[in-house]
Structures are given as structure tokens and as C-alpha cells.
């Protein structure tokens, strides 16, 4: 039996909730989204659970988090237990790698996984990434500047483009 550790904090952007495992930081639940995603994926990855409300494990997550919707934080330093098919796995190692104010389009992605074809595919992937904005998936674009899809909202994606973008490039913190 696995232990999620879930712990809820209010942020700038509205209620945030984390979930971990003892690998690390696992999901990442947006203010919009319908609090079903989270229980999605636990029933998919972790069968066999037990749920705790602790902000302990978590602590450092949120933090982290909340660093960042202040513009205080450019990057996490947190374990990841990323779980997904290799094919997303893939794709979320290249968001990673993504820097800070920068974007990316669906189609580099796809190139950069060695599939050029796979702008689609790399889109779904973007879609299921668990730990949104720790695994900066609102840094993907459409390949004419638009914004494409994001799971916590356009308006919500277009901000945290916006916050990034403000910074000045020399001017980075953690």
C-alpha cells in the first residue's frame, strides 16, 4: 500500500492542491480544474493507496509554488515521481529543459523527441502532465505564437507566459 500526501494552499492564482508519494512531488491540481484529475491519477498510478492530509511531505512543493506565482523562483528544485507512458515521460523531460521566459512550440518538442511528426501526440502529452507549471507545460506553444490548450486555462497560461516574460533575461533568482 502507497502512501498520497495531499495538502491544499491558497495562492495567487487560487486554491492549489499537491499530491506526493515518497519519490516526491506527483500532481499538481490547478484552481480550474474539476478536482477529478487528481483522483484519476491516483486510481491510475497508485491502486493501492491510502490518502493523508500533510502538508509536511509537501511543504517544500508549495513553497516552491508559491516562490514562483511571486516571481520569486525561477526554476524547482523539488523530486519529481513522474508517472506516464515513455512517450510523455519524453516530452516532459523537454519541458523541462525549456528555460525560464522562453517557449517552445509543438512541433520543437516533437523534434527534439526525435518524432518531428508528433505535435499532436506531444500536445496530449502536455495534457497529462501531472505537475503542471513544476514541469513548465504552459511554455508550449502553437507554432504561430498562439497559445494552445492549457489545463488550468488560457487566461491563467497567458499569465504565466506574461510573469516570465517580465523578468529581465540577466535578472534570475533561484
Not at 47 to 57: Q, W
Not at 113 to 121: C, H, T
Request: aromatic letters at 6%; a positive charge.
Amino acid at each position: 500500500m502507497e502512501t498520497v500526501h495531499i495538502a491544499r494552499s491558497n495562492s495567487p492564482i487560487g486554491r492549489v492542491r499537491v499530491a506526493s508519494t515518497k519519490l516526491g512531488l506527483a500532481y499538481v491540481e490547478l484552481p480550474r480544474s474539476s478536482g477529478r484529475g487528481m483522483r484519476d491519477w491516483i486510481e491510475r498510478y497508485v491502486p493501492e493507496h491510502r490518502c493523508v492530509d500533510a502538508l509536511g511531505p509537501n511543504a517544500a512543493a508549495i513553497e516552491q509554488i508559491l516562490e514562483y506565482l511571486a516571481s520569486e523562483r525561477t526554476h524547482f528544485d523539488i523530486p519529481l515521481d513522474l508517472r506516464g507512458t515513455p512517450f510523455q515521460r519524453a516530452v516532459w523531460d523537454v519541458l523541462l529543459e525549456i528555460p525560464y521566459g522562453d517557449s517552445r512550440s509543438y512541433a520543437e518538442v516533437a523534434c527534439a523527441i526525435g518524432r518531428p511528426n508528433a505535435q499532436r501526440a506531444v500536445g496530449s502529452a502536455n495534457n497529462a502532465n501531472p505537475v503542471s507549471i513544476v514541469v513548465p507545460c504552459h511554455r508550449v506553444i502553437a507554432a504561430d505564437g498562439s497559445l494552445g490548450g492549457y489545463g488550468g486555462g488560457q487566461d491563467l497560461k497567458a499569465r504565466l507566459l506574461a510573469m516570465e516574460r517580465s523578468r529581465p533575461s540577466g535578472d534570475r533568482l533561484l
